[in-house]
C-alpha cells in the first residue's frame, strides 16, 4: 500500500502545484498560499473530528522539534509555485523529486529525526546521478 499512497501523492502533488501556480498568477503568490493552506487547515480538522488515532495527550509528548514540520507547508507550496511558474511543470517536479531522494537518502544515511540508518553506497550515489542526469535529459530542447 505504500507504493500506492506513493503514487498518488505523486500525481497530487503535481496537480496541486500546477493550480496553485495558476490561482497564484491571477490572486497573487501570498494570497493563493493562504487560501492553499486554509483550506487544507479546515479539511484537515474535518477529518479529525472522524479519525480514531488522535490524542492531544500524545501529540503534548512528541519532540517539539517536529512541531516545525507544519511550518514546512508555507516553504513547499510557495516553492513549488515560484519553480513551476519558473520553469515548467514537468523540470519543477522532476527537479524536486531529485531534491526530495537525495534530501531522503541524507535522512537514511544517518539516520536522523529518529528513522533507521541506512548504509548509502555507491548504488544510492549512482541512483542520484542518474536521476539528476534524467532532469537534465528532459530538460534539453530538440
Known amino acids: 500500500m505504500?507504493?500506492?499512497?506513493a503514487v498518488i501523492a505523486g500525481a497530487c502533488m503535481s496537480i496541486q502545484g500546477v493550480m496553485n501556480t495558476r490561482l497564484g498568477e491571477k490572486a497573487g503568490l501570498f494570497l493563493a498560499n493562504s487560501y492553499v493552506q486554509g483550506t487544507a487547515f479546515l479539511l484537515s480538522l474535518?477529518?479529525?473530528?472522524?479519525a480514531k488515532d488522535s490524542t492531544l495527550k500524545a501529540f503534548g509528548e512528541v519532540n517539539k522539534f517536529y512541531l516545525l514540520g507544519g511550518a514546512f507547508g508555507i516553504?513547499?507550496?510557495?516553492?513549488?509555485?515560484?519553480?513551476v511558474k519558473g520553469?515548467?511543470?514537468a523540470i519543477a517536479v522532476s527537479t524536486i523529486l531529485v531534491s526530495q531522494l537525495i534530501c531522503a537518502?541524507?535522512?537514511?544515511a544517518f539516520g536522523l529525526m529518529?528513522?533507521?540508518?541506512?548504509?548509502?553506497?555507491?548504488n544510492k550515489y549512482l541512483g542520484a546521478v542518474i536521476m539528476i542526469a534524467g532532469v537534465l535529459i528532459f530538460k534539453?530542447?530538440?
Not at 516553504?75 to 519553480?83: G, P
Request: aromatic share 14%.
Open 114 to 122: 529518529g528513522t533507521q540508518k541506512l548504509a548509502f553506497g555507491w
Open 87 to 89: 520553469t515548467s511543470p
Open 105 to 108: 537518502a541524507i535522512i537514511d
Open 2 to 5: 505504500g507504493y500506492i499512497y
Open 75 to 83: 516553504a513547499i507550496t510557495l516553492t513549488v509555485m515560484m519553480s
Open 140 to 142: 534539453m530542447k530538440r
Open 46 to 50: 474535518i477529518v479529525l473530528l472522524f
